[in-house]
């Protein structure tokens, strides 16, 4: 990256029940308005994804979580590119209608969006997916059969050339749980994000190519007080059409620093991080932030299950209330700026 390339870190951990962007996309408008500041937005997919609503940004990199973590360590580089080659992997549990669901949602995305959709494959086994969730509020999940997974992956790779794949697992139905019904009525957390976090980052892990999620369910019954927040997930049969608009122009990862372009973004070229105030255990963070180049913001509106907090770590940085206040010091950072003169001194 040169010199005047302003670089953003967008952070918003999957499965805490975020206040902004633990929902159906519901982060999307930040990654807008800071998408307009940065020259470059890294954030990882499930604060881009809203099932059939997406905004697809040339500046913002779609950046699996695994993914983030290790260019954050100084590991991998992240190469921008025009179009990938998409795989995608369907869960052999599900039942013929969800996938004749999917596959129709595959067809869309190649004729009305024009998307380079080269290979569907269906996994040898079912996956087995199975739900948990912490005494914390925060969720992940278990595959039986991971390594059929993987299997379906290295084909794509190894044979179809994919460069970014997509997974449609069949998840859990439990339309009645109290859970649900919580995260419906904007109050809940997502008790599917966890485990999808953990299937994208297996094949992240593995193979180093992008990867992103959608899970399979059966359609829920007609709900007229669906929060908003939640309401995206309620307006189709699949949440994959947002996954393969994100993954079509999903960054390469550049695993060997010495195959690494000028244009590339590595963690010497992050300017900023912003991060919820309340979630600040996660392994990019804690590359990052002691980095002399780095500023990070904290954001403490954007409450989530956790509470590991700056304080506690010895993090250093800037705190805000809201995200406006973000979005202002990030102003500010790229114009050179000392953020304190924009204020009246007391």
Same mark, same amino acid.
């Given at each position: ?142 595959i039986a059969n991971l390594d059929s997974l993987l299997r379906a992956a290295e084909k794509l790779i190894k044979v179809a050339k994919v460069e970014a ?33 953990? %299937?994208?980052?297996? @094949?992240?892990?593995?193979? +180093?190519?992008?990867? #992103?999620?959608?899970? *399979? $369910?059966? &359609? /829920? =019954? ?7 927040r939640a309401a995206a997930e309620e307006l189709g049969y699949t949440f994959l059409p947002c996954v393969l608009v994100g993954l079509s122009r999903a ?18 070229? %992050?300017?900023?991080? @912003?991060?919820?105030?309340? +979630?600040?255990?996660? #392994?990019?963070?804690? *590359? $990052?932030? &002691? /980095? =002399? ?54």
């Amino acid at each position: 990256m040169t010199l005047n390339t302003f670089n953003v870190l967008l952070l918003v951990p999957t499965g805490i029940n975020a206040a902004i962007g633990g929902y159906a996309g519901d982060a999307l408008p930040l990654a807008r308005a800071i998408a307009a500041v940065a020259d470059n937005v890294i954030t990882h997919p499930n604060v881009l994804n809203g099932a059939s609503l997406y905004w697809s940004m040339p500046n913002v990199l779609y950046t699996e979580g695994y993914a983030i973590d290790r260019m954050a360590r100084g590991d991998w580089g992240l190469r921008p590119v025009r179009a990938n080659r998409i795989g995608v992997i369907l869960d052999r549990g599900m039942e013929p209608d969800l996938e004749l669901r999917h596959r129709q949602a595959i067809s869309a995305a190649q004729t009305t969006l024009g998307l380079n959709i080269t290979d569907v494959l269906v996994t040898d086994s079912d996956l087995g997916v199975e739900l948990r969730a912490g005494d914390s509020g925060a969720t992940w999940g278990t595959i039986a059969n991971l390594d059929s997974l993987l299997r379906a992956a290295e084909k794509l790779i190894k044979v179809a050339k994919v460069e970014a794949i997509a997974v449609v697992a069949r998840f859990p139905d439990d339309s009645d749980s109290e859970a649900l019904q919580n995260y419906r009525q904007g109050k809940g957390v997502d008790a599917l994000a966890g485990a999808e976090a953990v %299937i994208s980052h297996a @094949i992240v892990r593995e193979f +180093a190519i992008p990867c #992103a999620h959608a899970p *399979a $369910l059966q &359609p /829920l =019954p007609l709900d007229p007080t669906v929060s908003p927040r939640a309401a995206a997930e309620e307006l189709g049969y699949t949440f994959l059409p947002c996954v393969l608009v994100g993954l079509s122009r999903a960054p390469k990862i550049i695993t060997d620093r010495n195959l690494l372009k000028p244009d590339d973004i590595t963690a010497d070229d %992050i300017n900023a991080i @912003i991060t919820p105030y309340s +979630a600040c255990g996660g #392994a990019g963070l804690l *590359a $990052l932030n &002691p /980095l =002399p180049h780095v500023q990070t913001i904290f954001v403490k509106e954007n409450q989530t299950a956790l509470n590991v907090t700056p304080e506690m770590l010895g993090l250093q940085g800037i705190q805000v209330e809201n995200y406006w206040e973000a979005i202002g010091i990030l102003t500010a950072i790229k114009a050179g700026i000392n953020h304190h003169s924009l204020r009246i001194s007391t």
